[in-house]
């Protein structure tokens, strides 16, 4: 009976998921449910589904405002399927009409396309808020105004028992009832239970961004909640009186029943609804698969007719022909803009995308399989999903709206939701906590979920040893935690778009993103259900460093290298990868990736498949990684579980590895074809679903004869693989980039290095691939005002840093720079590249004009006193800088303009000592160019007797080693015990050195590992391939503390702080960090497994000094 | 003109609205409600804050007279956690 209920996807402001309320109704005898959320249908599929799942009749509508960010609003229901379409186009005019984030609509609005559409004027209306000022006549003008619309419109009674409420009710009733508009209750609805109010009171101030004030609160009494039918008639009796109530109640359900909206009719559901790809969409597709059948090559080849005749029978079954018409058109469409564009995912596994050149991998060669991508079996539109250049994608989105109409296209968006950190945050912010502090708090967690905030705080030791522990902190934690999972607010999903047709706005409301593209409301999800064909653009930052080592091989040689025709069975490229030197590679950089190449010893493409399948939680948690080595090494055979099977496990040395074996193991043992094996395939990755096809498989396969402990075996195997494994299309679509970026890492590595370091496409931060160039002997040039380029270039085998590392520095900066150069001095450039101070600054800081002063004696700190006279200068006069000749600021700074720099005579400054340069390298480009961060603590470490990287392979398996180094990585993934561990990569300037911290002694290492940036580790050697070494590591240590005491006191007093912090014991040794999750397969997860780490990022070096460059300090040491 | 107090009253509900109350030894008949509101507390300016029970203060500004008395308002007040009932304003 509830026609006005707001769930948490009204952002800020609803309190609970559609779902819960949709069960809430139905438990409480209720027939119908409303949801009408804030500024949108945000929620509105959510609501429908959670409506059929109670069974209940769903209504939609949305919350309006009625000036931009005002406080009066409206609520308008749909009627049937014209109501729905005319308030889809409401929402997005409303949307339309304002600011991003301020949507708003007048009667006006409403007027447009009324058919169908109910509007609610309740107490926040504007008839509302005259009736509560007793203006009677400009209430009933109003009320006149919304009539005049041609919509329906019905006076809302509402009843919050605050002061003056139950009044104003009554006399809303009377306006009603005197002007002959229908009256209903309604209740405002924020939330379940009376108990959320305080949740509510949080998010009133979160939305305005003020502190906890009764003056700030919408709600205030609490009363908000999801009233039963027989409160709801109590709040009006008290407020109009019995008789009056009991009509209320009446009319109110007689309005619901008459909105209730039927999923399929009037929504929709329930199919598809493409764009328009003209007549006979199935005759025009096969004669383009037959086109291109011939223009591979293919087309006698054995197997390929048939399989392409399989497929279009199933595209024709399901209809789906002008769907793989669009996707063709749009990958051409990308492709044609020198775009790089590779499918991604199963849809690699069919060969009609193959042929349409929507992929480039021919599915029969790598043994894919269609039905993981389509089968009868498999409900709703298949996903095609295109892998494009990051730095490109918005072109191809562009284009993509050019080409099928804006009316027709949106994007997908997706919602952000609270988690511990954006909880405490906004409540820190509502209990009044000064910004520093809960900046502080909030950083201080992983990246958890917000309802394991206190959960964590005991758990993690790295939070045990804080001081958040205490009862002011908690109230915040217990409120933060109540947020868990609420929508926060709506984002651009990074890769999906609406292709649809000229019906697209009558099923979908739009909004902008903060980009400026149109934005259904509707998360991927969401625009599943509805019948929406989404396609899956994807930046891939890899593609773009491809692209772009391509264009500068090109630039420097001349040289045009077409990728893909790159042979496949490069000696040297895979020797490289066996060595595993892969830093910079697509999926092969991380240190567990770069300990499994080391092991598996990849020689071929598929090898890479397999390697970048084995790589999962899957494999490596039912221990399947260590019997396909030893097969693999021919340590021992290959074990299959049956004869029938070895054609199907062979490749995979008989470990079930791929969800393609899956299929075809079901498809032997029980003989259901793979359409079938397909649909049971899915329904294995619940634990109830497995117990089902346990039995039918059971059933089958005993009746095709196989023995029991035969069966037994093959089910537990598959079993234990549950919903974990890989697709192999998939797989195979990510080996090719695997396989081209280390071809070209290791044929044209200054490109290669340019392209990933102008694209950022890896785990690692930037001055570690910077390090890997130099380990490849690749010189790196210094910043330079007159030769860096907006990205990063090749040079003289070099590679020059980029302008666009500069800390700060404007996009149109960098053109400015880039366009009007040559500069023939500083003043020259401040002249003409009209460069912020700040960037100049920090440009000079960087070395950026070190090379225009080669030969005379100025230092930086010379350079840096001349701008800030510069900018002196320029501010006195105005005219400065727009008339050439006239200024004598001089580009000749030997001879400074007399009283400009009369305190600072040029070159007498001391010039900028290495460490200071370095220093200075860190803060404005997050690199440390000119030498290794860590050279500056060489004596220390040699005193220390601390092993190098490189090193390390040399010593014995178990040795007890001290290791060093800048922190590149912490990493807590998933791992076969369930423990939480922290992996940790260190860069010593001879290579990484991984370093593996179990639970056991996380007690005293996990708050340093995750809080310094420079660390010292001491550990045992661990040798786990036949090259690779790393450190199972007990202590470490902040470096630059250790530093700090070194220099202070030597290395006595070094050895005394590390003793110090030695094993700190207690009962906590040992105790595991967290309830782990077991699956039925055994394999166990840590619930802070795979959780961004706590406290800063480390992409970039923390702010601030990193050493003491005071007197003594010593210049930088070679290792 | 009204005055302002904070006695305990005895307080009898049927159909969810008071109906009677004993204030001060005499007994009062509720003739008809007013108005009605509720209020909740300010629980994040308390000294060590608890959002886990809200409370929630009722008032029921009602017409009532003692046996035989003339007719008066009286505000009465409801504290939902602690289930007290107090005279808190009376009009005369």
Not at chain 1, 120 to 145: H, I
Not at chain 1, 396 to 406: D, K, M, P, S
Not at chain 1, 684 to 697: H, I, N, R
Not at chain 1, 936 to 948: E, K, P
């Amino acid at each position: 009976m509830h026609l006005h209920v707001a769930s948490a996807y009204s952002m800020r402001y609803g309190a609970a998921s559609p779902k819960a309320l949709a069960v809430r109704a139905a438990e409480l005898g209720m027939r119908t449910l409303a949801l009408t959320d804030r500024d949108g249908l945000y929620g509105a599929v959510r609501h429908v589904r959670a409506c059929a799942e109670a069974g209940i009749g769903p209504v939609l509508g949305a919350d309006l405002a009625l000036s931009p960010g005002g406080a009066e609003r409206v609520v308008v229901l749909a009627v049937g399927k014209a109501g729905w379409g005319s308030l889809c186009r409401l929402v997005t005019a409303a949307h339309a009409a304002g600011e991003r984030g301020g949507a708003w609509i007048t009667a006006g609005t409403v007027a447009e396309r009324p058919a169908g559409l109910v509007v609610l004027l309740g107490p926040a209306s504007d008839v509302g808020r005259a009736v509560a000022e007793r203006d009677r006549g400009r209430a009933v003008a109003l009320l006149d105004a919304w009539r005049a619309t041609g919509a329906e419109v019905v006076v809302e009674i509402v009843n919050h028992h605050g002061r003056g409420d139950g009044p104003r009710a009554a006399r809303m009733l009377a306006l009603a009832r005197e002007a002959g508009v229908p009256a209903v209750l309604g209740n405002g609805v924020r939330y379940l239970d009376g108990a959320d109010h305080p949740v509510a009171q949080v998010l009133d101030v979160a939305r305005k961004l003020v502190p906890l004030h009764r003056r700030h609160l919408d709600d205030q009494t609490g009363h908000a909640y999801l009233k039963p039918e027989e409160e709801m008639r109590r709040s009006a009796a008290l407020a109009c009186g019995e008789d009056a109530a009991d009509d209320l109640v009446r009319a109110t359900k007689r309005l619901a029943e008459r909105c209730v909206l039927d999923p399929e009719r009037d929504l929709g559901m329930g199919r598809a609804h493409l764009p328009g790809t003209g007549p006979e969409p199935h005759g025009r597709l096969l004669a383009r698969c037959l086109q291109g059948l011939r223009g591979r090559g293919l087309e006698h080849r054995d197997g390929y007719e048939a399989r392409l005749a399989h497929e279009l029978d199933i595209i024709g079954r399901k209809g789906f022909a002008s769907y793989f018409l669009t996707v063709a058109d749009a990958a051409a469409l990308i492709r044609d803009l020198g775009i790089r564009c590779a499918i991604r995912g199963s849809g690699a596994g069919s060969l009609v995308n193959f042929l349409l050149g929507i992929g480039d991998l021919d599915p029969l060669r790598h043994d894919l399989v269609m039905e993981r991508f389509l089968a009868d079996s498999r409900p709703g539109l298949p996903d095609i999903d295109l892998d494009v250049e990051s730095a490109r994608r918005l072109e191809a989105y562009e284009a993509l709206f050019a080409r099928f109409g804006t009316d027709a296209t949106a994007c997908v968006s997706m919602m952000e939701t609270y988690r511990a950190r954006s909880a405490i945050r906004d409540v820190g912010g509502a209990m009044g906590l000064p910004p520093q502090e809960i900046d502080a708090i909030a950083k201080a967690f992983p990246h958890i979920r917000a309802r394991q905030i206190r959960a964590a705080l005991t758990d993690l030791p790295e939070l045990r040893r804080s001081n958040l522990n205490n009862a002011q902190l908690n109230v915040i934690f217990k409120i933060a935690e109540r947020l868990d999972g609420l929508p926060r607010h709506i984002a651009l999903h990074p890769c999906g778009v609406i292709l649809s047709n000229a019906t697209l706005r009558d099923r979908t409301p739009v909004e902008r993103s903060a980009a400026g593209f149109p934005m259904s409301q509707f998360d991927k999800d969401d625009v599943e259900a509805m019948g929406l064909l989404k396609l899956d653009v994807i930046g891939v930052r890899m593609q773009s460093s491809l692209a772009h080592a391509v264009t500068e091989i090109e630039r420097t040689t001349g040289e045009r290298l077409d990728l893909e025709a790159v042979p496949r069975d490069d000696g040297p490229t895979f020797e490289m990868i066996r060595d595993a030197r892969t830093l910079g590679c697509f999926q092969i950089e991380s240190p567990g990736q770069r300990e499994l190449v080391a092991k598996l010893l990849p020689r071929t493409v598929g090898d890479l498949v397999v390697d970048i399948s084995l790589f999962r939680p899957g494999p490596v948690g039912s221990d399947m990684v260590n019997p396909f080595l030893d097969a693999r090494h021919g340590r021992r055979p290959a074990v299959f579980p049956h004869p029938d099977l070895e054609p199907v496990l062979r490749e995979s040395q008989g470990v079930v590895v791929w969800h393609e074996q899956v299929l075809r193991v079901l498809d032997v043992m029980t003989g259901c074809g793979l359409s079938d094996a397909e649909g049971m395939r899915r329904r294995m990755s619940s634990e109830e679903g497995l117990a089902t096809v346990g039995t039918w498989f059971r059933e089958r396969a005993h009746a095709r004869g196989y023995d029991g402990p035969t069966v037994e075996r093959v089910w537990r195997t598959l079993a234990a693989f549950g919903a974990f494994g890989f697709c192999k299309a998939h797989a195979a679509a990510f080996a090719l980039p695997t396989y081209q970026s280390a071809w070209l890492k290791r044929h044209h590595t200054a490109a290669f290095y340019a392209g990933v370091l102008s694209h950022d496409p890896g785990m690692y931060p930037k001055r570690v691939i910077l390090d890997d160039a130099r380990h490849f002997g690749v010189p790196i040039l210094p910043l330079d005002v007159n030769r860096s380029a907006v990205l990063w270039r090749v040079e003289d085998g070099g590679i020059r840093v980029a302008l666009t590392e500069v800390r700060g520095i404007a996009e149109a900066e960098v053109e400015r720079i880039v366009a009007r150069r040559p500069y023939a001095s500083l003043g020259d450039f401040w002249r003409r590249a009209h460069a912020s101070r700040p960037t100049v600054e920090r440009l000079v800081l960087a070395g950026g004009f070190d090379a225009l002063y080669r030969d005379t004696p100025v230092g930086r700190r010379d350079l840096l006193c001349r701008v800030g006279a510069l900018d002196r200068a320029s501010s006195v006069r105005p005219s400065a800088g727009l008339v050439d000749g006239q200024l004598p600021l001089g580009d000749d700074l030997a001879m400074p303009e007399p009283g400009m720099l009369e305190d600072v005579p040029l070159g007498e400054l001391p010039p900028m000592a290495p460490s200071e340069i370095v220093e200075a390298e860190l803060d404005v480009l997050g690199l440390d160019v000119s030498r290794h961060v860590i050279a500056f603590y060489g004596d220390l470490l040699r005193a220390l007797g601390a092993v190098r990287a490189r090193d390390l392979p040399d010593r014995g398996k178990g040795e007890e080693v001290l290791v060093a180094g800048v922190k590149v990585a912490t990493q807590t993934p998933a791992v076969r015990s369930g423990q939480r561990v922290i992996f940790a990569t260190l860069d010593d300037a001879t290579g990484p050195v991984d370093l593996t911290f179990f639970e056991s002694v996380q007690d005293r290492c996990a708050a340093t590992v995750f809080g310094s940036w420079l660390l010292l580790a001491r550990g045992r050697v661990h040798k786990p391939g036949f090259r690779a070494a790393s450190l199972t590591a007990s202590e470490c240590w902040d470096l630059a503390v250790l530093d700090e005491a070194w220099r202070a006191g030597g290395i006595d007093a070094v050895r005394r702080l590390m003793a110090a912090s030695g094993p700190s014991g207690g009962g906590r040794m040992g105790r595991p960090i967290g309830r782990r999750m077991t699956y039925s397969s055994g394999f166990a997860v840590s619930p802070y497994a795979d959780v961004g780490h706590a406290g800063p990022q480390i992409r970039r070096p923390p702010a601030g000094r990193l050493w003491h460059a005071s007197q003594g300090s010593s210049g930088p040491t070679d290792p | 003109m009204a005055h302002v107090f904070g006695d305990p009253v005895e307080v009898r509900v049927t159909d969810g609205r008071p109906d009677r109350f004993a204030w001060r030894g005499r007994r009062y008949a509720v003739r008809r409600v007013l108005e009605h509101w509720v209020t909740t507390r300010d629980w994040w300016r308390e000294r060590e804050p608890d959002a886990d029970e809200p409370g929630e203060r009722e008032y029921w500004r009602v017409e009532a007279a003692a046996s035989g008395g003339e007719p008066g308002v009286y505000e009465l007040r409801h504290d939902s956690v602690t289930g007290a009932w107090t005279l808190s304003r009376l009009w005369d």
